[in-house]
C-alpha cells in the first residue's frame, strides 16, 4: 500500500470509528485547530449528514417515536450498517430490516423496541414511498395499446408491471398513521387495524400515489405479478364471483391498472 492510500485509509477509519485516534501525528498541526479536534469535526459531520438524509427519508417514524430515540436509532443504525453507496438516497434502504431485527430482541435497553411493533411498517411504507418515485422512469401502456390487440390474444396475455409498482401487506394502519405523524398539525392515530390490508404504492408521472385494494384486485394482481396469463387471472377470480361474470369484471381491473399507468408492458 503506497503511503497516500495508507492516509486514506486511516482517516476513514478515524471518520467511521466513534472512538477517538490515540496516534494524531499524521495529522497537520498547523491548523486552527489541534489534530484531535480536527479529526473529531470530520467524524461529527460524517454522522451528522447521515442523520440528516434519515431524518428527510423517514420523518413519520422520527415523529413516530421522538427526537431522542430517534437519534439513538440512526446511531446505531450507521454503526451497523455504515455508508457504502455512491449516491445518499440508498442510504436507508436496510432500515426497515434494521428496525424488524431490534423489534425482535429479547433484551433491550434503554429503549424498549418492542412495545412498537408497527415501526417496520412504517419505515417499510416510507422507504416504499421514496423508492417509487426514485425508479427510473419507463414507458406506460395505455387502453389504445389493448384496443389494437386482437380477442383471440387476450387468454395469452402476460402484463409487466412498471418499476415503481410495489406491493405491501400491512398489519397495522399504516398509511393512516403516516398521513397523521406527517401532517402539518400531526394528530392521534390507532396503530391497531382490525385485519391485514393489502396496499400498492406507485408513482404517477410525478406523482406518488398508494391505495387499498379488495380482495379481488388484489388476487389478480398478484396473479399478474407471478406472471400468470390473462386467462389464469380470470380461473382465480372464478373463486371469488361467478364464472359469467369474470372476463368482463378482469378487463375492468385490467382497464383501472392502465388508467393509472400501472402496465409497461403487454406481451
Known sequence: MNQLAKLQHTF????????QADDTAWVSASGRADPATQLSIYSYAYAARLKEVLAIEFPAVNM??????????TDDYIKNYPSKYFSLRDFGRDLPNFIASLIQQEQQ????????PWLYELALFELSLGQAFDVADEKV???????????????DLTFKLHPSVQRLNFEWNIPEMWQALTADEPTPVDAMNDTASPWLIWREQLITRYRSMQADEQLA???LIEGANFNDICEALTSLMPEDQVPLHAAGLLKGWLAQGLISEIQ
Do not use: R
Not at 417515536?65 to 436509532?73: A, K, N, P
Not at 435497553?109 to 412498537?116: G, L
Not at 389493448?146 to 387476450?154: K, L, N, T, V, Y
Open 12 to 19: 476513514q477509519d478515524c471518520v467511521l470509528s466513534s472512538d
Open 109 to 116: 435497553a434503554p429503549i424498549q423496541w418492542q412495545a412498537m
Open 141 to 155: 401502456m395505455g387502453e389504445q395499446d389493448m384496443a389494437a390487440i386482437p380477442p383471440e390474444a387476450w387468454p
Open 64 to 73: 413516530a417515536i421522538g427526537d431522542d430515540y430517534f437519534e439513538q436509532l
Open 221 to 223: 394482481l398478484d396473479k
